[in-house]
């Protein structure tokens, strides 16, 4: 005999609307709490097929599902589940529906289910030589265009997609593929009033740079943007006169010759020094762009070392600035086109 709770799921995929409508907003509270969840994770099979039938339904009960299924994909047994269902694709395609109303919601999704290894290969459409990157290039495309077209944000959550996706290998060479060029888009996004976008861009920035070593060059066609939204973090709102900016790069010379608030963020502060720091390195070992003399490999050695103790320290993120970039600079002359003399000034 089923229980209360096997009927209560059953009436979601009951053929009258009153009764899925009356199921849903019961199942939808029973997952705001850890008691309701362990409850309702027992029945996986039913449940979360149902739910995301009733995503394409009216507008109050697609919104009871997509919240339920926000909710019960922290669990990541079973967002895991979720991902086996197709519920990425199913979440993309409704995300692009003319009519849909749970937008913000299923981005929410999206972010817990690319907390898994599977959800991030799903979304990036892996081994779909025709079809991969698709999903990407259209949130990232999304993601620029609602800041500047909306009052509201639903798209505003892509910021968390980002970070998720940009810590595997194969998100980070997609953003950084100059051909599709998705990490330009989003750099733009650096100065936005959001702070999760803010925090999206700039934690998404800092992985991308783990790919400095193979991907330099790539970084560096994005230099005009890049630049500016690394370090103007850590470059205080000091206005900058002639003299001095005429020694940096156009495009940070400018940024740094117009008033601007300070950033005080210590972790968007902290993620640009991490990316500086990366790109730094690997030009050294380059000749693509800036001529730097060759890092000796205990130079290189001392700087981790004192990156990963200074970062464990309870400093001000300007201490743990100030002490790197000395470090750095200490061996280094500015080059011609200015990258040194830019980060001095900077800081």
């Known amino acids: 005999m089923a229980t209360e709770l096997e009927e209560l799921i059953q009436f979601l995929s009951s053929p009258s609307p009153q009764l899925r409508k009356a199921a849903i907003d019961i199942v939808q509270g029973l997952t705001g709490s850890e008691d309701g969840m362990q409850s309702l994770a027992k029945y996986p099979d039913v449940l979360l097929p149902s739910l995301a039938r009733l995503l394409k339904e009216q507008k109050d009960v697609a919104e009871r599902a997509a919240e339920a299924l926000v909710n019960l994909s922290q669990n990541s047994d079973l967002a895991g589940k979720m991902i086996n269902l197709g519920l990425i694709g199913e979440a993309m395609n409704l995300l692009y529906n003319v009519d849909s109303s749970i937008s913000q919601l299923l981005v929410m999704l999206l972010v817990n289910l690319t907390q898994l290894d599977a959800g991030i290969a799903s979304l990036l459409q892996t081994g779909d030589d025709k079809m991969q990157g698709l ?72 992985n991308c740079c783990f790919e400095a070593e193979d991907q330099l060059q790539n970084l560096l066609l994005i230099a005009e943007f890049l630049w500016p939204a690394l370090l103007l973090p850590v470059a205080g709102n000091k206005v900058y006169k002639e003299e001095d900016t005429s020694k940096m790069p156009l495009e940070l010379g400018t940024a740094l010759s117009i008033e601007r608030e300070q950033i005080d963020d210590p972790e968007i502060r902290v993620h640009a020094l991490e990316a500086i720091y990366m790109i730094i390195l690997q030009v050294s070992e380059n000749s693509i762009s800036f001529e730097f003399n060759e890092m000796p490999f205990l130079l290189k050695l001392k700087t981790f070392y004192l990156f990963n103790y200074l970062n464990k320290q309870k400093l001000n993120p300007n201490e743990i600035i100030y002490l790197l970039i000395y470090t750095l600079l200490g061996y280094y002359f500015a080059d011609e086109k200015g990258l040194c003399g830019c980060i001095l000034f900077a800081f």
């Open 135 to 206: 999903y990407v290039m259209k949130i990232v495309r999304s993601f620029c265009r609602s800041a500047s077209e909306s009052r509201d944000d639903p798209f505003e959550h892509v910021a968390s997609i980002l970070v998720n996706i940009s810590k595997k290998e194969a998100g980070r060479k997609l953003l950084l593929d100059p051909n599709r060029g998705l990490l330009k888009q989003i750099i733009r996004q650096y100065d936005s009033n959001s702070q999760l976008r803010k925090n999206g861009v700039f934690g998404t920035l800092r």
